[in-house]
């Protein structure tokens, strides 16, 4: 595939929605929660993955359904075609807001962990997701902590010249204007941000839902 350029999605015309007999909150009454897309978006090393796969464990233990989509891991699949391209940054987070919506519809509590550095590929996916079901939060950090952190070694290689469009070097990122929430990694211990998560979460109703009756 060519870095530079994607083809735009091509629809056809032979297709059309076929309604299910099971509705959205069918499922969330039988899973006693609510279907939402949680989209953590910040420069790498600021501690999305982190915060992703912790919160998807305390909701475990809170007897709720989640899953994470994380942004490497969508790479070694679904997105493996895909590489950095803004183009392809573009289309690697078209395809991930589609599954992430249809996570949310099934009532799942969808976790994604993806650098999203463009804001117009975020609104896109809260535009498909219904109202107070997409909660944005931006992992505010400093570039340069990021860097003092730099897990994988990525900003040593971005500086050095062996990564090209690397987000914050030589690549743009969009930081969110009015996100759900605003967490400095830096500042707050991981248990503590997941905290902060958990109680927005828990203070929106989202983790609660009516019982299926029989």
Same mark, same amino acid.
Not at 43 to 62: D, Q
Not at 81 to 97: A, G, H, Q, T, Y
Not at 131 to 149: K, N, T
Not at 172 to 179: D, I, S, T, V
């Given at each position: 595939?060519?870095?530079?350029?994607?083809?735009?999605?091509?629809?056809?015309?032979?297709?059309?929605?076929?309604?299910?007999?099971?509705?959205?909150?069918?499922?969330?009454?039988?899973?006693?929660?609510?279907?939402?897309?949680?989209?953590?978006?910040?420069?790498?090393?600021?501690?999305?993955?982190?915060?992703?796969?912790?919160?998807?464990?305390?909701?475990?233990?809170?007897?709720?359904?989640?899953?994470?989509?994380?942004?490497?891991?969508?790479?070694?699949?679904?997105?493996?075609?895909?590489?950095?391209?803004?183009?392809?940054?573009?289309?690697?987070?078209?395809?991930?807001?589609?599954?992430?919506?249809?996570?949310?519809?099934?009532?799942?509590?969808?976790?994604?962990?993806?650098?999203?550095?463009?804001?117009?590929?975020? %609104?896109?996916?809260?535009?498909?997701?219904?109202?107070?079901?997409?909660?944005?939060?931006?992992?505010?950090?400093?570039?340069?902590?990021?860097?003092?952190?730099?897990?994988?070694?990525?900003?040593?290689?971005?500086?050095?010249?062996?990564?090209?469009?690397?987000?914050?070097?030589?690549?743009?990122?969009?930081?969110?204007?009015?996100?759900?929430?605003?967490?400095?990694?830096?500042?707050?211990?991981?248990?503590?941000?997941? %905290?902060?998560?958990?109680?927005?979460?828990?203070?929106?109703?989202?983790?609660?839902?009516?019982?299926?009756?029989?």
């Amino acid at each position: 595939m060519d870095d530079a350029t994607i083809d735009a999605p091509q629809r056809s015309k032979n297709i059309t929605w076929h309604l299910g007999r099971v509705s959205k909150d069918d499922r969330e009454r039988l899973l006693g929660q609510k279907g939402c897309v949680i989209w953590f978006t910040g420069l790498s090393g600021s501690g999305k993955s982190t915060l992703a796969v912790g919160l998807e464990e305390r909701l475990l233990h809170r007897k709720r359904l989640a899953y994470v989509l994380d942004g490497d891991n969508v790479r070694h699949g679904l997105n493996a075609d895909l590489r950095f391209s803004p183009e392809d940054r573009d289309e690697n987070i078209r395809r991930v807001r589609e599954v992430a919506a249809l996570f949310a519809d099934a009532g799942v509590i969808t976790i994604a962990a993806f650098i999203s550095p463009y804001r117009e590929g975020r %609104d896109t996916a809260r535009g498909i997701v219904p109202d107070g079901r997409f909660i944005e939060i931006y992992l505010d950090v400093p570039l340069a902590v990021c860097e003092e952190r730099d897990p994988k070694h990525l900003y040593e290689l971005a500086r050095a010249g062996k990564i090209r469009d690397f987000t914050g070097i030589d690549a743009p990122y969009e930081m969110p204007l009015e996100p759900e929430l605003r967490v400095p990694t830096h500042q707050l211990s991981v248990s503590e941000s997941l %905290d902060v998560i958990m109680q927005y979460l828990e203070d929106h109703g989202l983790l609660h839902g009516e019982a299926l009756k029989p």
